[in-house]
């Protein structure tokens, strides 16, 4: 079977209630493949569409606030690129630590579910992104993309990690537990994090394997997956996975384009104040300003660069560089 773009109406469904909501879910993953409720915290839904399959970690308040049709990321996969999409969703952030959750991936092995797919891509951020790594030991072979995951929440390995607290009663050390080891089996796997987010740098670190690759996305910040969708890149990534093209070269082209993102150019900025380098601060608010018109807050803090200036405070950089 090859993947191709489908014709799949799913019609928006950001204006639809939380019940009305599930329901809609339901009714198209039945519709085109199934739907199973996993216990009273998650659920998943199977879209069969292409011979490429995506297996996507969210949340459904995630969905709901990043989709611009409230609909789960595989969905988009369907439509543009032709994959099928397996779509493992949690009420709120769970890690996927739950017996219902790994029953439902020990049930998929027992039927050769993975076996039908010739190309598989597990994907997920922050702790859906550590589900993504977790869970993707039940199809060897498979590519996994994380964007700032953790490796753990055990305290006895990641105490220094003081965000989650309230999951050091959840186990990480049963069934599908620590993340860096479960992707042994995987073909390869791209870790995504900014090195400036300490925490996110140290769980990083504990992913270092042969088969895994590391970006680097420095001042991206803490929500990288919200920036990847607003630059349009989150698809083009996973295709990328997919099809064996992703490299630390491919993806430095792609985020060429973090040059004309605001929320980049703004934590840039920030990071080169707090640096106080206003030689440096004044190219970039004039490249900024060159390129875009939109741009007021590089605009005013230019202004108070030129006035610092005159003051004597630094010798402001030629106005051709």
């Not at 104040?273 to 007021?296: F, H, K």
């Amino acid at each position: 079977m090859q993947d191709k773009p489908q014709t799949f109406e799913t019609p928006p469904m950001v204006d639809l209630d939380k019940a009305a909501w599930l329901t809609r879910l339901a009714d198209v993953a039945e519709e085109h493949g199934h739907f199973q409720p996993l216990g009273k915290h998650h659920l998943a839904a199977f879209v069969d569409a292409g011979a490429t399959l995506l297996v996507s970690f969210e949340t459904l308040q995630g969905i709901r606030a990043l989709s611009e049709r409230a609909q789960p990321l595989g969905w988009d996969c369907v439509r543009t690129l032709g994959w099928s999409s397996l779509t493992l969703i949690s009420e709120g952030d769970t890690w996927f630590r739950d017996r219902n959750v790994y029953g439902y991936f020990d049930r998929l092995i027992d039927d050769g579910f993975f076996d039908e797919f010739d190309t598989i891509v597990f994907y997920g951020a922050g702790p859906c992104g550590y589900a993504a790594a977790a869970f993707s030991v039940a199809a060897p072979g498979a590519r996994v993309v994380a964007i700032q995951p953790q490796a753990t929440l055990d305290p006895r390995v990641t105490e220094w990690d003081d965000r989650f607290t309230e999951m050091r009663r959840i186990s990480f050390t049963d069934r599908y537990g620590y993340a860096p080891d479960m992707i042994d089996a995987a073909d390869r796997a791209f870790v995504l994090y900014d090195p400036e987010v300490t925490l996110d740098a140290m769980h990083a670190a504990l992913f270092t394997r042969p088969n895994v690759t590391k970006f680097r996305m420095r001042f991206m910040g803490s929500a990288i997956q919200s920036d990847l969708i607003e630059m349009n890149h989150l698809v083009a990534l996973l295709d990328r996975a997919a099809n064996g093209t992703l490299d630390t070269t491919s993806f430095a082209r792609l985020m060429r384009d973090r040059r004309d993102h605001p929320p980049y150019l703004r934590s840039l900025l920030a990071a080169i104040d707090r640096q106080d380098r206003p030689w440096l601060a004044t190219m970039l608010c004039r490249n900024v300003l060159a390129r875009r018109n939109d741009a007021p807050r590089f605009a005013r803090r230019l202004k108070q660069l030129e006035r610092e200036a005159q003051d004597g405070n630094f010798a402001i950089p030629p106005a051709r560089l």
